[in-house]
């Protein structure tokens, strides 16, 4: 079966630590995408990749970084610059980039909690 | 640049009773227009899409959407609800030639038996 994963399904951290949340898909996207939810405020865009080897800031990249060495594989990681790490954060990929009317496939979401 | 909004962030509704879900956007070319649900603590799945033709587009676990240019907007509904209904949903847009998905705050739907 075709799919994202993302793994942990929960992490916790303490304050000041960097932690790396994972995203695989093998789906063959070009394009993948990582967006942060937190209550009420919907889905915001953190960074995505077009292609393998690119990638491009979002609304809210301050305090995170990305990777995309490989096509099936996007890997965030919040730093400890990130002031309110706390959130869901969900992984997502779509054939292309823009707008083909391409819909976009979730993962199942992290859940990070920073104490 | 596109904007959605839903225009209620939560709907409670009896089992069996129908339900619309109201989405309204905002954009000065042609939209693609999408409804996504999101179980608790799961991912985000697609319910349904309008890309073009037939403005009433049909999708999963009986849920529709009526795409209305004049009015800009989008709702969906569903004839009776059931307790399984229960999750929050999200309207997404993006506008022909734009390159990011803007998605709404979400209505939370909740069935009471």
């Known amino acids: 079966d075709g799919g994202i994963t993302q793994s942990p399904k929960y992490l916790f951290r303490k304050e000041g630590q960097n932690v790396t949340l994972s995203c695989e898909q093998n789906?063959?996207?070009?394009?993948m995408y990582w967006y942060r939810q937190d209550p009420g405020q919907g889905l915001r865009l953190i960074y995505y990749?077009?292609?393998?080897?690119?990638?491009q800031k979002g609304d809210i990249a301050e305090g995170y970084s990305v990777s995309r060495e490989k096509k099936e594989s996007f890997p965030l990681t919040v730093t400890s610059a990130q002031k309110n790490p706390t959130a869901f954060y969900l992984c997502?990929?779509?054939?292309?980039?823009?707008?083909?009317?391409?819909?976009?496939?979730f993962g199942p979401g992290t859940r990070l909690t920073v104490t | 640049a596109q904007s959605v909004t839903q225009l209620d962030s939560q709907v409670p509704v009896f089992e069996e009773a129908p339900v619309e879900l109201r989405c309204n956007y905002s954009?000065?070319?042609?939209?693609?227009l999408f409804w996504y649900v999101q179980y608790p603590n799961q991912g985000l799945q697609l319910l349904l899409k309008?890309?073009?033709?037939?403005?009433l587009v049909k999708g999963i676990n009986g849920f529709e959407a009526e795409f209305n240019k004049s009015q800009t907007s989008f709702h969906l509904r569903k004839p009776s609800v059931h307790i399984s209904d229960t999750a929050e949903y999200f309207c997404?847009?993006?506008?022909?030639?734009?390159?990011?998905?803007?998605f709404g705050q979400g209505t939370r739907l909740t069935i009471n038996p």
């Open positions: 997502a990929s779509s054939r292309t980039y823009g707008s083909h009317g391409d819909e976009q496939y």
């Open positions: 954009s000065s070319v042609s939209v693609y």
């Open positions: 997404a847009v993006i506008g022909m030639g734009a390159q990011k998905l803007v």
């Open positions: 990749s077009q292609i393998v080897n690119d990638f």
């Open positions: 309008y890309l073009s033709g037939s403005t």
């Open positions: 789906l063959n996207h070009d394009a």
